[in-house]
Every structure is written in structure tokens, then in C-alpha cells.
């Protein structure tokens, strides 16, 4: 707590000794930067009694736990929103567009610029200098500080945010028409002027970009299909005084005379004037340091794979695109948890489900059973993106996709949203309204979720419940690569057949599970031979032991003990093949000896071999009596070994390691 508390009072007098080096003779009054709102510059309303507001914007606050995330979803819907072409084929279950469509294509670009560029923009330090001298907490002037520094500074950096293949913003200042999208974008709080289909409904997902913006402000421009331009600037601040009595908004705008946004191609500077139908969404002062892209990139995989996947996005970060021909790549190098959630749509083996909700109509659903799956459903509606990821308990492990494609439903979902738009609450836009729909949706999904469960006697080896019987499976990789199969091709259902109830699969499970069988001791996950990371569990390296009686029979541990992470399961339905999967816990070099020990509660004795390989196919020295080896390993890397028993059946497995 004390060093807390140290370094809380260190970085508090960096501050100050931050603001106390500031010229603030050097900044230009608000009050001396007047005349500049006659032409191009900054304009913040008199705030005429109104409420004074300090540095906490419940807007900006909204999006500060996922900064990127957000940013990407909130900007990359909006466009999405905008599409040059409407899809007309809505319908379709795999959200294939048709081929003529043009994709959206958005464009994340770090730039910087001269201050020059933008007409008074160095005046806005004026501002900050009344922000700073209006409020007195530390965390309102250390911000206006740093923006000080920066403004005061010859460039600026910014990420522009571009789209292509879109409408552009249409509408004015004062256009207020469900239709238009000006107003709303930069001249309204809390409102949305988007139809029920479309992504947005809080008109607070604007928000995202200040939220990564040191200055807290944003540039405007866009051009419509129909060639007209606008331009204005949005600075989101704090209430502050000009002189004394003449206290300012805290949201002003830079543009034409009252901060009017500019619609004339010779007026709004070069730099940002658009020159082809779509928008630029400039971040003034980005934020983002060093690993923006990769964190961007992860969002857009993550939340619009479905949109990329479909065709109907194209997504390009610095110099490296997003598109639906290295999609599958993508999801495997930077979210692997959704490459279940692809094969849903591509896979011919998953089973697709649809029904008529009351509420919502036609909705479907996709599921693929696999070992390595999450056993959750990515939710989505006709947007395109995934809106969160919904668990359903099963015994069988799967990854499933629901989609309602249908306007009439979307705009249902839609209202039930929050502003992140991140999940579906019953209790919004009022209570009890998406109680309902929330109740259809769970019905349907946990019906054919548990049709995945219809077992017959004698094949539960993949039943979750009797994972604490049994040593945890290895997720095993499916090979081949990922394309979509034709429609006629896939397995259609139109509902869940019957299926056998919880009681009368427990009847059948439990008669071949033994009686006393408890989980192997100290066991767990370890990365796998392509160092993927896993939760681990830490053996401490200790030899095994075992109960008196003959010893000419049992693995002779001379060596170090050498203390691992482990995993042993078996590969086959007979359970006489095992894969031992062997991670030293340090950066162990040399030969190791392997020992398998099957325990019980009153029982504990070598494994019986017969034969051992590496998991490439080289045969390795093994005893009958229990270990495997030396095994060559360098630097601590994963060992993967399968040994067949020379009698089948499944036990937990210790696994205990040694040098040689």
C-alpha cells in the first residue's frame, strides 16, 4: 500500500512539474482567438446558466475498458450502416452477398501532420488553459496539460479512419429526419437517426473515437453519393470560462462562423477534403502507442468475421488487409478461441437448425461438435457482427453461430442492446420487453444444443459430465483447410429431433464408468507442441511411489527429478492408445526418462506398454514396466508421446519425469 501510494504521489508531482514548465503566457486567450470564429475555427457556445461540466463524459467513460475494441466495432458498424449497395439477400442463412455487391472497405491509417495544416487549431490551447484554470482536480489539469504540450508542439499525430463503397453521411446541421445522419453523428447527444436494421441505436457509439484522442477531438469530413461535402471538427471538453461571468459549453466545434460545419469543397482544407463518395473519421492526438494495430486487428477478427467471411467487408490496417481470402488464417493466429465459430458456416458436417420465434421470426442456428470447441454460440443479427457469445451447457462439445437475418427481428435485437451494443437485455429499451424474446431464443437454443447429446449405450467417451472421472482430452486439430460447402450440401433440420432426457444419459454413462476412478493427482493442461498457451498445473517433480511388493517389476527412477506440466488421455474409443504430452517446467536441456503410473484410490501401479512413438511417428525406447526413454529435449519445448497399453481401458494417468 505504501508503494502505492509512492508512486501515486511520484506521478502527481511529475504532473506539476509538467504544468509548472508551461509558457502560459505563450497560449493564446480564448477571448484573443474570438475573431477566428467569424471564418474557420474553434466556437464553444455560451453555456447561458446551463449545467457546468467537468472532465468525466459518461459517453467517452462507456468505451475506456476496451478502448480498440470498441473503437473498431463502433466505426466499422457505422459503415457497415452506410454500404454503397444494400444487400438484397438478406435471407441467406451463410450471409453470402450477392457477387456484384462491392464490399465496404474500411481504412485504419496513422498520420501526422503539420499544425499549419488545420487553420487555427493551435487557438484550441486557449481552451484548454480555461479548462485548466476553471477546474481544480489534478486529473483535469494533468489532461490539459498534456494537451497543452502537444498543441504547442509544430505536428500532431492522428489515425484517420476511412471507408469506401458507402453513401457518405448524408444531412445537414439541422437536418433532424430519421433519413439524414449528420445531425446526429456530430451535432446531438444520446439520439440516433438510423432505421431499426441498422447497428447503431444510442447515437453514444460515437463516443469510441475521443475516448482514444488526447485532445479529445475528432474531424469530420465526408461526401455523399450525390457530391456534396461536409466538413467540422467536434472537441468534447469540459465547461470553462472565457472571463469572468462568460462561462463556455464544454462541446465546441470547429468550422464556419458559430462553429457551423463547412459544405463548401474550397473551404474545408486540403488535407482532409474528401474526393470520392465515404467518410474520414480523423483522431486528433491518438493515443494508441505501439501495439494499436494488432489490437485493432484482433477486434475486427473477433466481432466481424461473419461480415468479412460474407464478403460484404474488407478491412486494411496500416499496409496489411482483412479480407475473406485470409480470414481463416487470421482467426487462427489472433483469436483461435473463434475458428469454431468459421467452421459453423463452412464445414459441411454442421448441423443447421431454423424456426419461426414468435417474437423475432425466422432465426438460424449452425453447430459443429469438436473436442476443441468452446461450447458457446456467437449471437448475431443481419449486421454482421458478433454481438457477444452466448454458453449453453452440453455434454458434447461444440461451437455454434445464431443468426436472425430478418429485418422485423434485427430491429427487435437492436433495441434490446446497450449503447456498447456488446449483449441483450430483457429489460431494455423497457422493462420487460425483451423478456420474451430473450425466453424463445434460450428455448431454441438449449433444444438443439442438447439434440447434439442423443447417445446410445456404450458411447459416452466424449460426455462432459464425466470429465471428473476421466483425464482431461487434448484439443486434437481438425486438418484440411477451411472453404465454404455448397448449401445443398449441408445437414438441414428444420427442429431438434427427440432426444434422450439428463437422467436416462446419466443411466447410460455411469454403468461404464468404474466405481472408484478419481482424477489423476496434480494433473493439467499444458501449451501444445506449437506453444499455444493454456492454463497450467505445476508438478512438482517428486518420484513416484508405490504400494509394498515386488520392485523387479516397477520403473527405476535414479535421475533428478524433473518437475512438469502434463497431460495424458487416451486417442482411441478402446482406450489403448494414450497421448502423454510432457512440458518441463523450466528450460530443462538434456536426455529425459518418462514414468506413467496409473492410480486409484487404493491403487497405484506402472502403466503395461507395448510400444512407444514420438508424435511424428519415431519409435522411442520404452520398459514394459512403465517408462518411456531418454527422450532428447532441448530448451524445455513440449514432448508429445503415444504409447499403446497392453490392455485397453481408461485410468487416470501420473506422469512423473527424471534426467537420464
Known amino acids: 500500500m505504501a508503494k502505492k501510494q509512492k508512486r501515486k504521489s511520484s506521478r502527481s508531482n511529475d504532473r506539476a512539474r509538467r504544468t509548472r514548465k508551461l509558457d502560459f503566457n505563450s497560449v493564446e486567450s480564448v477571448a484573443e482567438s474570438q475573431q477566428a470564429y467569424a471564418s474557420l475555427g474553434w466556437y464553444f457556445a455560451g453555456n447561458e446558466g446551463g449545467e457546468e461540466r467537468g472532465f468525466n463524459d459518461a459517453g467517452i467513460e462507456t468505451f475506456k475498458t476496451k478502448p480498440y475494441a470498441f473503437l473498431a466495432r463502433e466505426v466499422i458498424q457505422n459503415s457497415l450502416d452506410a454500404r454503397e449497395t444494400p444487400l438484397t439477400n438478406r435471407d441467406d442463412p451463410r450471409m453470402s452477398r450477392i457477387s456484384d455487391n462491392k464490399p465496404v472497405e474500411v481504412v485504419f491509417k496513422l498520420e501526422k501532420m503539420e499544425l499549419e495544416e488545420l487553420p487555427q487549431a493551435s487557438s484550441l490551447s486557449g481552451v484548454f488553459k480555461a479548462c485548466y484554470e476553471f477546474w481544480p482536480d489534478d486529473e483535469t489539469r494533468s489532461f490539459c496539460t498534456e494537451a497543452i504540450e502537444i498543441l504547442q508542439g509544430d505536428t500532431v499525430e492522428f489515425l484517420r479512419i476511412s471507408d469506401f463503397n458507402t453513401t457518405g453521411v448524408r444531412g445537414t446541421d439541422k437536418d433532424r429526419k430519421n433519413d439524414r445522419g449528420w445531425h446526429s453523428l456530430v451535432r ?22 475521443f475516448a482514444m484522442s488526447a485532445l479529445r477531438t475528432v474531424l469530420y469530413s465526408t461526401r455523399t453519393t450525390e457530391g456534396k461535402v461536409s466538413f467540422v471538427g467536434v472537441s468534447r471538453l469540459m465547461s470553462h470560462e472565457i472571463r469572468r461571468g462568460a462561462v463556455r459549453q464544454s462541446v465546441g466545434y470547429y468550422g464556419g462562423e458559430k462553429g ?30 505501439g501495439r494499436w494495430r494488432k489490437e485493432v486487428k484482433k477486434a475486427v477478427v473477433e466481432h466481424f468475421w461473419p461480415a468479412v467471411l460474407s464478403g460484404e467487408l474488407v478491412v486494411r490496417i496500416g499496409e496489411e488487409i482483412i479480407s475473406k481470402a485470409v480470414l481463416p488464417e487470421l482467426m487462427e493466429l489472433e483469436s483461435p478461441g473463434t475458428r469454431g465459430y468459421l467452421r459453423c458456416l463452412t464445414a459441411s458436417e454442421a448441423r443447421h437448425f431454423t424456426k419461426e420465434l414468435p417474437s423475432i421470426g425466422k432465426v438460424h442456428l449452425f453447430l459443429l461438435p469438436g473436442e476443441s470447441y468452446p461450447c458457446k454460440i456467437a449471437m448475431i443479427r443481419n449486421t454482421g457482427m458478433v454481438i457477444y457469445q452466448e454458453r449453453v451447457d452440453s455434454w458434447v462439445r461444440y461451437a455454434g453461430v445464431f443468426i436472425c437475418e430478418n429485418a422485423e427481428g434485427s430491429g427487435t435485437l437492436r433495441k434490446m442492446e446497450p449503447p456498447r451494443h456488446d449483449k441483450w437485455e430483457q429489460n431494455r429499451p423497457k422493462l420487460g420487453y425483451g423478456k420474451q424474446t430473450l425466453a424463445e431464443i434460450k428455448g431454441f437454443l438449449n433444444d438443439c444444443v442438447q439434440s447434439l447429446s442423443s447417445v446410445e449405450a456404450g458411447s459416452v467417451d466424449s460426455l462432459r459430465e464425466l470429465a471428473q472421472f476421466l483425464p482431461d482430452d487434448e484439443p486434437i ?84 527429478p524433473i518437475s512438469i506440466r502434463y497431460r495424458a488421455f487416451p486417442i482411441d474409443g478402446a482406450a489403448k492408445t494414450f497421448r502423454v504430452v510432457v512440458h518441463p517446467e523450466s528450460d530443462f536441456s538434456g536426455k529425459m526418462k518418462v514414468f506413467l503410473t496409473a492410480i486409484g484410490d487404493d491403487m497405484r501401479e ?55
Not at 439520439?191 to 469510441?208: D, L, T
Open 606 to 660: 506402472p502403466l503395461r506398454i507395448s510400444s512407444a512413438k514420438t508424435s511424428s511417428g519415431v519409435p522411442v525406447v520404452f520398459q514394459a514396466s512403465g517408462s518411456v526413454g531418454p527422450i532428447k529435449v532441448t530448451g524445455g519445448k513440449v514432448v508429445s508421446i503415444e504409447v499403446q497399453l497392453e490392455k485397453p481401458g481408461r485410468r487416470a494417468v501420473e506422469v512423473s519425469a527424471c534426467e537420464d
Open 477 to 560: 486439430e481438425e486438418a484440411g483447410s477451411i472453404a465454404p460447402a455448397p448449401a445443398d450440401e449441408r445437414k438441414q433440420e428444420s427442429f431438434p429431433a427427440p432426444v434422450a432426457t439428463r437422467n436416462e444419459v446419466m443411466r447410460l454413462a455411469v454403468s461404464v464408468v468404474p466405481k472408484k476412478t478419481p482424477l489423476p493427482r496434480e494433473s493439467g493442461p499444458v501449451p501444445d507442441e506449437g506453444g499455444a498457451n493454456q492454463q497450467d498445473s505445476v508438478r512438482s517433480g517428486e518420484k513416484p511411489s508405490f504400494p509394498p511388493g515386488d520392485e523387479s517389476d516397477r520403473p527405476s527412477m535414479k535421475g533428478t
Open 188 to 209: 446531438s447527444s444520446g439520439s440516433s437517426a438510423k432505421s431499426e436494421q441498422q447497428g447503431g441505436s444510442f447515437g453514444i457509439g460515437k463516443s469510441g473515437p
Open 260 to 289: 457551423a460545419s463547412v459544405v463548401g469543397a474550397r473551404s474545408i482544407p486540403r488535407r482532409f477534403l474528401r474526393k470520392v463518395p465515404g467518410t474520414d473519421v480523423c483522431v486528433l492526438g491518438f493515443k494508441g502507442k
